[in-house]
């Protein structure tokens, strides 16, 4: 299923009900990987468009934090894990919006 911001807006109501009050907009430039989506002011989600994408958000979520202690730029790294559900059967991530 490719993600929709639609899905985006049921996942974040279904998931991550604390974020559901917020506005959830299309990001201008899209990647192939994830379709991303602003939620608020401050935070993305992306949602993988295939399982082998999908598979990746896992290690990002273990990986970045721990590359982020050694890079001296700022790097998004996920928040929130998202889970297959009803509308969705990948894993998907909130992260912290980098400006720019």
């Known amino acids: 299923m490719i993600p929709t911001l639609d899905l985006a807006r049921k996942l ?3 998931q991550f009900t604390e974020y559901a009050s917020l506005i959830i ?3 201008e430039k899209q990647g192939h990987d994830n379709r991303t989506y602003r939620l608020g002011r401050n935070m993305l989600i992306r949602m993988p468009t295939a399982k082998t994408y999908a598979l990746k958000v896992p290690k990002e979520k273990e990986l ?3 590359l982020a202690k050694r ?3 700022s ?3 996920p928040i929130k894990m998202g889970k297959p559900s009803a509308y969705t059967e990948e894993t998907s991530a ?3 919006k980098m400006s720019g």
């Open 12 to 14: 974040i109501a279904e």
């Open 25 to 27: 907009v299309d990001v």
């Open 64 to 66: 970045l934090p721990k």
């Open 71 to 73: 890079l001296s730029v």
């Open 75 to 77: 790097i998004p790294a």
């Open 94 to 96: 909130v992260a912290r």
